[in-house]
């Protein structure tokens, strides 16, 4: 089975800083996908970024930006130039490849952008 | 992207009675749904995996019997919560998986469910 865990429940960070958040999983596949989600508070949960395992490059979308390290199971979310709309739970996920799109959950990182 | 839209948003009910909780893919059809509860402040955990035309799948732990679930349609997913207690009182998102490309998963609003 797999795990993910996020090991920061809460971080808060300036307007326009920098933050990344931390999610570690375990797991002995060697094909699959990694997520980062937000929930805000509106509940809806919205994808970030995803990332397959099979690729070596960090996946980027304009200010989210990962740090896949395969070896050491670790993958990062660094938001840039944080805005008050970045305010949200973001979960980690996993999904084996062929899994039938079967995420698992870590148990998520609530940040605060501060004014 | 495509959207998943799930009704009621928040539902109060009378303990013992039952409670439908509809999730619908609206501009794409979807074979597959998942369903997920969450606890405040708590991560979400896969209930079921349900698929257009069989039976619903259950993840160890959850009551079949308890929890129905329907997917008569490629665009809709029902789950029923049959004789609901106070502590089934909780916040309940479906996700639809896109049947083609990435199969990216699409999540709904959610649904608060309040058992008195």
């Known amino acids: 089975a797999q795990t993910v865990t996020q090991s920061q429940p809460e971080m808060s960070v300036q307007e326009a800083e920098t933050v990344t958040l931390s999610c570690t999983y375990d797991?002995?596949?060697?094909?699959?996908?990694l997520f980062w989600y937000k929930q805000p508070p509106s509940r809806q949960m919205i994808l970030v970024i995803r990332?397959?395992?099979?690729?070596?490059q960090n996946a980027t979308e304009n200010r989210f930006s990962v740090n896949f390290q395969k070896a050491a199971k670790s993958f990062s979310l660094k938001i840039s130039d944080s805005q008050l709309g970045d305010t949200a739970m973001y979960f980690c996920?996993?999904?084996?490849?062929?899994?039938?799109?079967?995420?698992?959950f870590g148990g998520g990182t609530r940040l605060m952008v501060k004014p | 992207g495509a959207v998943v839209s799930q009704h009621p948003s928040r539902v109060i009910c009378k303990s013992g009675t039952s409670v439908k909780i509809e999730c619908r893919s609206l501009?794409?059809?979807?074979?597959?749904m998942f369903w997920y509860r969450q606890f405040p402040k708590k991560s979400l955990m896969l209930m079921a995996t349900?698929?257009?035309?069989?039976?619903?799948?259950?993840e160890q732990g959850v009551e079949k019997d308890k929890f129905l679930i329907n997917h008569a349609s490629l665009t809709l997913s029902t789950l029923t919560v049959t004789s609901a207690h106070p502590e089934d009182s909780s916040f309940y998102i479906c996700?639809?998986?896109?049947?083609?490309?990435?199969?990216?998963?699409?999540f709904g609003e959610g649904s608060r469910l309040t058992v008195l």
């Open positions: 990332q397959e395992a099979y690729k070596q």
């Open positions: 996920a996993f999904m084996k490849n062929n899994a039938g799109n079967m995420l698992t």
């Open positions: 501009d794409f059809q979807a074979t597959t």
């Open positions: 797991t002995s596949e060697s094909n699959y996908y």
């Open positions: 349900s698929n257009e035309g069989s039976k619903a799948t259950y």
């Open positions: 996700s639809a998986r896109l049947s083609t490309g990435a199969g990216e998963l699409f």
